[in-house]
């Protein structure tokens, strides 16, 4: 009897578990729902938006007139990573920072050895995993999930380009995870800052007035266009941090309904051997009076 009551406990306590990751599922569901919707509608404008920057420069040598287009010697390197704040979501924040980590360790290898490259963590997760592998952490940014927009997104992003600017840091790289659907994450390892210009001499060009004239508009067009990348990187992240633990949860929820149709199986027969050997002893009981 002891043995039944030990599998009573397990599948209510089982299927406590599976109520919860059910819900979680569902949660993450309609959050991903808001999240894949704002990344779908933001990618095309980026996209645009980079390509009119990429025609409009072109055909003009920027790399000495605009400040994020300058390639210096690489001696001091920023990986900004992007993780979640909360857990449950599958290898989401231990993928992203172990990229982080490989960077570090091989293409950087040098320059952290002597203290030239430096971390910044957006969610918390990365901080609390950097923090364990003894990695310094220059500042972490976890509270821009609790309201995320392009306000939010831009202050750390000028914070970022103002460190490159001031010749702080001479590299700037975006480490996350970038949305494809619900249960595909793609990693990425993109270089932010200085800016990469990718000139073709057969690309068709359009023929555009500048008012006031090319240079102007590229330097008020290239801060904000690296403005709205930042933002995209951190969408992306979003809806695939809720992608990945909707798909956590479904696989939880269907782990749980696996083991509860075992456990009932195993206490069925448990009941039913419990129930033969009373039986027996009955009837031994019984024979046993006779004699």
């Not at 990693?187 to 090319?214: C, G, R, T, V």
């Not at 809806?239 to 309904?257: F, K, L, V």
């Amino acid at each position: 009897m002891a043995n039944l009551k030990e599998i009573r406990t397990r599948i209510t306590s089982v299927n406590s578990t599976r109520q919860i990751t059910s819900a979680m599922k569902m949660v993450a569901a309609a959050k991903l729902r808001k999240a894949q919707n704002a990344i779908i509608q933001m990618r095309p404008y980026a996209d645009k938006l980079h390509n009119i920057l990429d025609d409009i420069i072109s055909s003009t040598d920027i790399s000495e007139s605009n400040i994020y287009a300058q390639n210096r010697k690489v001696e001091r390197v920023l990986i900004v990573v992007i993780s979640s704040n909360r857990g449950l979501c599958g290898a989401f924040n231990s993928n992203a920072v172990k990229k982080a980590i490989e960077l570090i360790h091989h293409k950087y290898g040098n320059l952290y050895e002597t203290g030239n490259l430096d971390v910044i963590t957006i969610g918390k997760k990365a901080k609390d995993i950097f923090k364990a592998k003894n990695i310094n952490v220059l500042e972490s940014h976890d509270d821009i999930f609790d309201d995320l927009n392009f306000e939010n997104s831009s202050a750390i992003a000028k914070s970022v380009m103002g460190r490159f600017t001031d010749k702080t840091y001479d590299e700037v790289r975006l480490v996350y995870n970038e949305f494809k659907n619900v249960a595909v994450q793609l990693l990425a390892s993109d270089k932010f800052l200085p800016i990469e210009i990718e000139k073709s001499e057969s690309k068709n060009q359009h023929d555009y007035i500048f008012e006031p004239n090319k240079i102007e508009i590229t330097d008020k067009l290239v801060p904000y266009a690296l403005k709205i990348r930042f933002y995209k990187a951190i969408l992306e992240s979003y809806a695939s941090e809720h992608g990945a633990r909707m798909t956590a949860m479904h696989m939880a929820t269907d782990n749980a309904t696996d083991m509860l149709r075992e456990l009932k199986l195993k206490y069925n027969k448990a009941r039913q051997a419990s129930i033969t050997n009373e039986i027996l002893e009955i009837v031994s009981g019984a024979e046993a009076l006779k004699s």
